[in-house]
């Protein structure tokens, strides 16, 4: 098969060519983590507070149970909660 596909008439960097940013991918659990750390930081879960149970979190972030553990784990490496 030809590749009818023509190169490319400017690198990158160069003038006339718009700067690109590249595409951010992430997780479902990426997005439980920020809406969970958000809550940390606006005050409505509060230090020493405990977290709804996973079940319920699960239920009220609409992920899984496992997505749910992921963000939590994430968010104690991360020294936001304190897993006990």
Known sequence: MNDHR???D???GEPGVPTFKAV???SIAMDAIE????LVASGALRPGERLPPERTLSDLLGVS???V???VN???AMGILDKR
């Open 6 to 8: 023509k190169p490319a």
């Open 10 to 12: 400017h690198a990158a």
């Open 24 to 26: 951010e991918r992430h």
């Open 35 to 38: 809406q969970l750390e958000g």
């Open 65 to 67: 149970r496992p997505t």
């Open 69 to 71: 553990r992921e963000a």
């Open 74 to 76: 994430a968010l104690a």
